[in-house]
């Protein structure tokens, strides 16, 4: 018998070192949301599929990116009032559901929401102009089921979303950069490594709308093009909204949406007409100057003044916030303001290549949350952090402190092990994380790797010859790991490692070796 | 169109409160389990089913309390050396294999462990003797299908556990104890308030074949019934190790085991030997006293003696840990020293009856771990304390403290809306928790109910007026709340609840009031 130990495709395990850094970022981000007066929220790993929001075929194999099964339990089928469904027999309809693993953070609110407001929603009190407020933050893992993984991408990673639902003042949208810029810094990114940059959906559409650009899935279709600039150029873009263009990498042709070349030109001058690193308020001017003809324009213009004012009043000017005009952040969803974080610094890839790292954060105003189960619009906005991807950058930019391991209190005689056992009682009493050997192999060298492997400060050797002296050896873990590079005179070396304590004295020679190093 | 709104049965959102409790819980009892050298590791929430040890049938429904389904994907099978599979024309088999959410964390701790191990084990290096010692604590929610719910019973909850591979000496069986004693009291548990339970499955076990019961099936089949006597009594398990009993409450007959009277005897001497509550020291002289001539037995006690050693060397008396000879937790799985803690008080239930809680946290030896899936024994010992229901009893016997929400600054004016942003900013770089209340309704009512709903001990007020003269008012929500039970004057009643403060001193005055309260 036996089988071959494995995890899922896209699943990994995460080690302690990982881990320090996960639980870093979510401790120091989530002090913050909380200092803004968002409180902690959490959902179930696996909802109906049906309330995340992505309809799925009545197949067992699903697609579209939701990790989604069949329920292995017969359900009623419910109208949207609550009502199970019956047929013809007045028989209960029973089905098995299609159940998936979260796929963000924030359809889960949408749900959660709706259920808090169902009372008042089936009776006809939900005002959509006064939905109750909230404001929630929430960690934890998502899902996503892509069949094909490119390296470093996982089924599993982490969110860190704070939100607002049921208010449409953009106020809070200019408060979510305040909180993602005081989260950054209190992780830990230094102010000036990282921007949030900011824009309103409703500054493109408003400009496509004017020069003529008004069917809803041509305008979708220009987006997803505009969005595209970072990595094709604006030529790209150009090509790609008229003719088509041929894919440098892959040859392959890639059609156009066939616009006429003047409107093109537009796109292309606005595209132009903004650099980057310009003040706020010159990019704010140069949008008034455009002159562009549409409500839609000119109320996404009056929202951005309003967050780039509420910003400026507190401090927060463009070492931490820009506006950029051109940014998109994906399809649909968003209705209003929006934001993604930028690292700033780079780094290097395993060939070698200095790489741009990019987006850690993102999010904006989606008003669309709840219509989809309630059918009323309730306005929402929030952020997510990618836990995941910020911890891989502190990791990478070297910004996480290392983890200590406990004191190894090795075993060198069995018979000795109650003093063992006395030492590291006397030595926790004093807070200080403290492990005993009980390891099969008792050898040495195995336990001092042991202590190695775990990050272990020091180890506290003790045999019968010292305990009749009443002395114990601390031997300094990490400054043998230092010194293990450049090591010349063995026997010099190891006197460098060890003192000898009085027994007495050890608790407070921990104490002070810990705190100095 | 519109969804009904609704989570998947035995699933439940997790509010600010709860979730306060459960943090608390799970920071205050890591900390322990570092402090005795435990590290961090975290699995994914998703792993292949026959990995977890439990067999599914090639059906979709699926039973058994495993929450498993097939994934969406084919994917080879391999055999125990991980190699694909193939079939007589040499392509490779292909299959959809059956998922599952973990439904605990131990199993997941067998997979990764023989992850690590893996490459000696294929290379016949891996003695048994010698596996290598790991030592981990996890967290996080794990997964029950049952089909039928009792009321309180989740689908999802948290466990969190700590382990030890690698090792068969029982100190560290000792040290478990240890943990969750003090676990349980820097968690916020009284010493006197909980106790842990001691047993060592050899003791029941060596005591069994030494009268005779030497068959594996019918040894499970009496512990089993055993297992009962705390909801049969001793009498009970008299009747069903022998011809059978009638339910009292379903008035139902349960069939008996069938064994001889004077066997049963000797069973009903045995556990009537041990009284509760007696010293440790008692027990194992009365246990030595029975003269059970068995290896396993003797061997048993040993263990136990040892055990109780260490904790009588470090101070861990009786009131924090008792031997129990007659526990027996549960099915087949340990194989040695076993533990469990029980908390001591009781707690009034919905209809007004006393209950006792009973077991909060459990664990033990179980040396068969990694051999459903490398098939060679590796030691093991550890314990899970059950987050949500030792969240339920912190709650119930009010041993939680109050979690604030934040302050509310109030917003009477939109004009003034750049000075409450302002005043928010000062609190919050004092590291209060801020929030100014942007939600639709501006009714001062709304407003001070949205705050109380969120626990906010203050609020701040500014009008026009009060801004000409350079002073807020302040009012305490939490007094407010405390004396709206006994209201008389409303108008002094508001007086005594708000405090008029200079602008400039308010930072000042909140530290100050939040420190007090």
Do not use: C
Not at 481 to 504: C, E, F, P, R, Y
Request: aromatic share 10%.
């Amino acid at each position: 018998m036996g089988l071959f130990p494995r995890k899922i495709k896209g699943f990994r395990d995460i080690d302690p070192e990982l881990n320090a850094v996960r639980w870093h970022i979510i401790n120091k981000a989530t002090e913050i949301y909380r200092r803004y007066g968002f409180e902690h929220w959490d959902t179930p790993i696996l909802e109906y599929a049906e309330l995340l929001g992505k309809y799925l075929p009545d197949v067992d194999q699903v697609d579209q990116g939701v990790y989604s099964f069949k329920n292995p339990e017969l359900e009623p089928v419910y109208d949207n009032l609550g009502n199970e469904l019956r047929d013809e027999a007045n028989n209960v309809i029973m089905r098995q559901h299609y159940v998936a693993l979260r796929y963000d953070l924030t359809a889960p609110l949408a749900r959660l929401y709706s259920e808090f407001v169902w009372k008042r929603f089936i009776n006809n009190q939900l005002h959509p102009g006064k939905a109750p407020l909230f404001r929630r933050y929430q960690y934890g893992p998502v899902f996503r089921f892509e069949a094909k993984l490119d390296p470093g991408r996982y089924r599993e990673f982490w969110q860190l979303d704070f939100d607002t639902v049921g208010s449409d003042d953009v106020a809070i949208d200019a408060e979510n950069v305040m909180v993602l810029a005081d989260a950054l810094e209190n992780i830990g990114i230094e102010r000036g490594k990282y921007v949030v940059r900011i824009n309103n959906r409703k500054i493109v559409k408003g400009f496509l709308k004017s020069i003529g650009i008004t069917d809803e899935n041509l305008e979708q279709d220009v987006l997803r093009v505009i969005d595209k600039a970072d990595k094709i150029g604006i030529e790209g873009v150009a090509q790609e909204l008229g003719q088509g263009r041929k894919d440098k990498k892959s040859g392959a042709f890639i059609a156009g949406l066939g616009i006429d070349n003047q409107v093109i030109d537009q796109i292309v001058t606005f595209l132009n007409s903004f650099e980057q690193n310009s003040q706020r308020k010159t990019i704010l001017d140069r949008l008034a100057n455009l002159n562009v003809n549409h409500q839609i324009f000119e109320q996404g213009l009056e929202e951005l003044n309003k967050i780039h004012q509420i910003l400026l009043n507190l401090g927060y000017d463009e070492q931490r916030a820009i506006i950029d005009p051109t940014m998109i952040r994906g399809m649909g969803y968003y209705t209003g303001p929006i934001f993604e974080v930028e690292y700033l610094g780079t780094y290097t890839d395993e060939k070698g290549r200095k790489r741009r790292v990019g987006s850690i954060s993102g999010g904006g105003r989606y008003d669309g949350l709840v219509q989809r189960i309630l059918d009323i619009k309730v306005p929402a906005t929030g952020a997510s952090i990618g836990v995941d991807r910020l911890a891989e950058i502190l990791i990478n930019q070297k910004l996480t402190q290392d983890t200590k391991g406990p004191v190894l209190i090795v075993v060198f005689d069995e018979k000795l092990m109650s003093y063992y056992q006395k030492i590291a009682q006397d030595l926790r009493k004093q807070g200080i994380n403290t492990e005993i050997y009980y390891g099969a192999s008792k050898n040495l060298k195995k336990q001092l790797q042991y202590a190695d492997k775990k990050h272990s400060p020091l180890a506290v050797l003790l045999g019968e010859d010292e305990l009749q002296q009443g002395v114990v050896t601390v031997r300094d873990l990490e400054l043998g790991s230092k010194m293990a590079k450049n090591i010349s005179d063995k026997k010099q070396w190891k006197q460098q490692l060890q003192t000898q304590v009085k027994l007495d004295n050890l608790v407070q020679f921990v104490l002070d070796k810990l705190q100095k190093s």
